[in-house]
């Protein structure tokens, strides 16, 4: 579905940002893109919608060259930026104005959204708070029904209540056909959501799996004695104890912890990638 080969790209001449990058997503799963502040996701993003062009190598979404901004691929990509200006007109018109762009647009289902995010469907735009017009151009990006779904930090601004009906509705929207990435730096958001985890850092991905061969491979668990512990690969001590990641040797199974996944992969990097390779 998406699919990036040997990206270069730089904002500033000699400082590149991505060298070389890769990357294939496929249809039909809910990626996590996390990295560091600054490491380049909301770059990454914008490459994949066609808002900024590669220097060399490519990026290829459903066959298309997202650069070239075919009318073909606009209408099967929805990118919900983390910065974003909405109009100063009504949630009705801006549907009115903005859904014929998609020729799968859900008027139906952009309404129960609305109506499950509790936003008031006749209000001004403008006259919303930040979080409840992030909660507008969720349900927007959702009803769109586009192949390519792209959220760039979603639940930056959402209350706890609407984090929650945020992974529902996203969970209940992913189909075969589609490929939804999100990213973010508030991991512990996604939990239960995603699929896949894609890590970049150092311009570059340095980690990619699925969460189910991530549970397969290592297990987390907390112990109160971290000496006690063998083969431990990443340990992050707090009130509990230590919560660690070891190589899953046999059929262990545990739920995976992202945010130390995270910390573990930036931090001991060669030592898990060759668990996995
Ligand atoms: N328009 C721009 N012009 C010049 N440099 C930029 C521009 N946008 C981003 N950058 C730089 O590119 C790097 C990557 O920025 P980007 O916003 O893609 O990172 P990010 O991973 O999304 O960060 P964050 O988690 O803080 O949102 C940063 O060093 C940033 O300063």
Do not use: W
């Amino acid at each position: 579905m998406i699919n990036i080969q040997s990206l270069t790209f730089s904002y500033r001449k000699n400082r590149p940002l991505f060298e070389s990058l890769n990357l294939r997503l496929e249809a039909g799963h809910i990626y996590g893109l996390l990295g560091k502040n600054g490491a380049g996701k909301s770059t990454l993003l914008k490459q994949m919608a066609g808002l900024l062009f590669p220097d060399g190598g490519s990026c290829e979404v459903m066959g298309y060259h997202s650069a070239k901004r075919q009318p073909a691929f606009l209408r099967e990509i929805f990118l919900v930026p983390e910065e974003f200006y909405l109009p100063k007109i009504s949630v009705r018109r801006y549907v009115n104005t903005y859904a014929p762009f998609y020729p799968n647009f859900d008027e139906q289902a952009f309404f129960s959204y609305l109506k499950e995010f509790d936003i008031p469907r006749d209000q001004q735009l403008t006259e919303m708070s930040y979080g409840q017009k992030k909660k507008v151009l969720i349900s927007f990006a959702l009803s769109t029904n586009t192949k390519v779904l792209i959220m760039d930090e979603p639940t930056n601004g959402l209350d706890i209540p609407s984090k929650s009906q945020f992974r529902k509705v996203i969970a209940a929207a992913v189909s075969e056909e589609k490929c939804i990435v999100i990213s973010t730096h508030q991991v512990r958001d996604l939990d239960n959501l995603i699929d896949s985890i894609v890590i970049i850092d150092e311009h570059k991905i340095i980690f990619r799996e699925d969460v189910q061969t991530v549970t397969d491979k290592l297990s987390f668990k907390t112990v109160s004695r971290i000496e006690e512990a063998t083969g431990v690969l990443f340990a992050d001590s707090n009130l509990r104890g230590h919560t660690i990641i070891t190589k899953n040797a046999g059929s262990e199974h545990s739920k995976i912890d992202m945010e130390l996944l995270f910390n573990a992969v930036l931090t001991n990097h060669k030592p898990i990638q060759e668990i996995f390779n």
